[in-house]
């Protein structure tokens, strides 16, 4: 279940995988998907489930199917480390797509963009589009809204009876929203949410409004 | 030949008992049979407490086993190794290998000891990777590191005994299971080897026996259990408060009854004061000398997050006389003797008889003398413990070890361990593993589950994996990858604990190591005390922190986790039976009960104190919710179970969520929805029926079994976490195992080490046994249910723990929407 949400005159949903789609530019943001990273630490004689480099896949078609972009934009850390086998699958599943695919570089991402090139995607360091930003690192440019990662943002809530509970989460500020990480194996970061800013915590198939 | 044989031992005996008589002793019947034994070729399990001579009860034999091997030492000295000590703290390890020398020195042999442990020098090692001293004093996790060297059977072959002392220790920890893997090598590749144990009084000691030797096996059948038996005399002395008033209801550092102490510290040659944590070891130290700044210079710190040096002095100057008092935390429950150590304090709960009954053995030493030890509460319901103490201690109630079983993880990290030096043939490994306590009955199948997943990571392979860790060439498993090596080498041990970062002085000077999470929570700028100084925290560099002196007064101390143990069932009745005196007459009550008075009081406003026929549960409202108490007096891990149980069959009533707590008296449900108590009575929520399936069920809803995770992920290396001291950064290999667990959940939870985690929780923490006897002893009592305005006094300490559990059935989603609600209320 997506959750619709305006901002500075343009439509945006907040799917609950953590993808952003911009209406209006046929574009869906993705953030933070760190493929390879499962293989990377496989590499490394730490085994972590196989399973886990499928079901980026898996998610990503889910989520590219819900929405049939023309544009799918990565906002850095695609990839989480030198080549390895995942870039096989990632190929492949590019060959797939039908959509245009753009990659911000994040600071993970270390593999040359000629081999991106190769795969007919563009590798640039920032994307304007209109009023709206699009970085890895989130930035703040006078006159522009900034769309980022890199943060992996959650929210901490806390309820009646010492309840609590640690969330993935969109997190906006004035000027600027942060993405969740997409990818399956990436870990969060707990934001303090502030007057100005507005949550959106992602719980299992909802996207929630706190 | 018999008889020849006969008459040289006891030529041999002749010489241990004149070197005894030279220093103007008499061996004690332990002693002597120990040595006898061991030149029998027996194996076995000594139990002696701390300072009665157990070291020279070993050391003996083994240089007399030397004689006896080469009657013309003199001229033909063999090399090698002959002999290994395990100790658990390598802080112990200079007073055994002075202990050794002694005797080496007297009888006049040219033995040589040394000392192999995580202190020991890159130089030093390599110097005895070359020439082995005769007897090696070393850790569980420094063997290990030996059976990771190459060529390691070439190194062992000729030795003909290992004492692994303060068994009772590692018995119940994984570093036992470490050591029984370690054995059961050993047993092959050192034919000849002999394998005692040293352990202190516990409940369970012919299984400690049975664990240390292999069940079933040719060296079991071939062992003795030789027990010490000396009488020691221990006298348990509470420091009770002048007004019980002021006095606080719950747990805290103990300071309200500082005063007290500084006589006592006054009137002996020196004291050794024991906390529960780190942390608070810290506060008092810095507070006693705040408050009496004349103990300046004679009173010092102890606990295992100091430098080495630091804590090496300590121990020096304890055994010099040169110090009033030491601040500590069970660092010092192990070793040797400290002769000029005439007191113990113990502050706070210390949460096991056994552990209590060792501390108190440390003042005293001389046989026959009584020990004293003072139990400081701090709070007033440790009171109740300190009578349960008192009567522990005369009926020497102990409590057992349980042993892991199946501890997949450890078994992961030996195999590994093994293929990285020569490589292993399973077949052969297979035999030697079942032969442990921890994997007898070892299904096939398992261990070819653990075989694949040393080489696959996983059961299955897939075209693009690159996993790399154990090769398989015709038939010998091994790594071959230097990196994997290196970090495996790095990681063995079984001890785990967060991230450790060394505190160092911007000006050089490393002052200890302390927890990255504590780290990770301070700004430049922040004052923290630790170490007993003053620091001001810089930055964090490379893996260390910056600090430098600070003037102010300190804002922080570092809280470590651990210090949490739980009562015994033998420590819970004592415990309950102390609690029933409450409602007798007065003269029949300890000096702690009568002291309670006050407190009793106030309970019995709104509620009542339970006696034997009674089960008491309690109902308020505060602003934190609705609290529902349960007071079975079973201890923590009864508690935490029966809490987890009830609050999953109250779950499936109406979705609802629980944040749980639990102390040694009894466990608080509380929640944002008041429990209809009528209801849960009616239903008999608290029947055994259907426990085991409830009880996994409820599993799977709670936390407990993620941080069981925690450990089992790093032990089987799949958590790589660094290494401060070495300067080591392996930053891109980091990861956090709560991600981990998530990832096993969602994606392989078949694995068997995710398994692992639940099955430790059900064995170890959950104590499913003893939930069913409780549960059988409340059905036999009369239910007592108040319903309060406010907190009483036995609800205080459990309501206010910050430790706590979770269970929901309600749906994520509305379960948001409801916080939400509440909060925009």
Known sequence: ?210 | MATKSTDRDKALYALAENWFRQQQWKPFPFQTKAWKTFLEGKHGLLNAPTGSGKTYALWFPIVLQYLKDNPDYKNKHPKGLKAIWITPLRALSLEIKQSAERVIRDLGTPLTVGIRSGDTSTKERAQQKRNMPDLLITTPESLQLLLASKGYDKQFRNCSAIVVDEWHELLGTKRGVQMELGLSRLKTVAPQLRIWGISATIGNLEQAREVLLGPASKALENSVLIRASIPKKIKVQSIIPDKMDNFPWRGHLGLHLMEDVVPIIERSRTTLLFTNTRGQCEIWYQRLLEKHPELAGLMAMHHGSIGKETRIWVEEAIRDERLKAVVCTSSLDLGVDFAPVETVVQIGGPKGVARFMQRAGRSGHRPGEESVIYFLPTHALELVEASALKKAVETQTVEDRLPFLYSYDVLLQYLTTLAVSDGFVPGEIFHEVRGTFCFQDLPEEQWQWLLNFLVMGSQSLKSYDEYKKVEVEDGIFKVTNRGVAMRHRLQIGTIVSDAQISVKYQKGGYIGTIEESFISKLKPGDVFTFAGRTLEFLRVKEMQAMVRNSRSKSTKTPSWMGGRLTLTSQMSELLREALYTAGEPVDQQTEEIRALESLFKRQRKESIVPKPSEFLIETFKTRDGYHHLFYPFEGRFVHEAMGSLLSYRISLLNPITFSLAFNDYGFELLSDQPIDMQQVLDNDLFTIEYMHEDLQNSLNSTEMARRKFRDIAVISGMVFTGYPNKGIKMKHLQSNSQLLFDVFRDYEPENLLFQQAFRETFEHQLEEGRLRMALERIAEQEVVWKDCKQPTPLSFPIITDGLREKLSSEKLADRIQRMIAKLQK
């Open chain 1, 1 to 210: 279940m997506t959750r619709s949400l305006p901002i500075q005159q343009s439509n945006f949903e907040l799917h609950p995988s953590g993808a952003l789609y911009w209406v209006d530019q046929s574009m869906l943001l993705i953030s933070d998907v760190h493929l390879g990273k499962v293989s990377h630490f496989r590499k490394y004689g730490a085994a972590v489930p196989q399973n886990a480099i499928a079901a980026n896949f898996r998610l990503l078609d889910a989520t590219v199917q819900d929405f049939h972009p023309e544009k799918i934009c990565f906002l850095g850390d695609l990839f989480h480390s030198y080549l390895n086998g995942e870039w096989e699958l990632f190929s492949e599943w590019v060959s797939k797509v039908k959509s245009e695919i753009i990659l911000i570089a994040g600071n993970h991402d270390i593999i040359s963009p000629l081999k991106y090139e190769g795969l007919g995607i563009k590798v640039v360091p920032e994307l304007v589009i209109g009023q709206f930003l699009l970085t890895h690192h989130p930035e703040e440019r006078e006159g522009l809204f900034n769309f980022a990662g890199h943060i992996h943002p959650a929210v901490k809530i806390r309820g009646q009876g010492r309840q609590s509970m640690r969330l993935p989460c969109f997190f906006k500020s004035p000027r600027q929203m942060i993405l969740p990480a997409f990818g399956t194996f990436t870990g969060m970061h707990t934001l303090e949410q502030k007057n100005e800013d507005e949550v959106f915590a992602i719980a299992e198939d909802q996207v929630i409004k706190l």
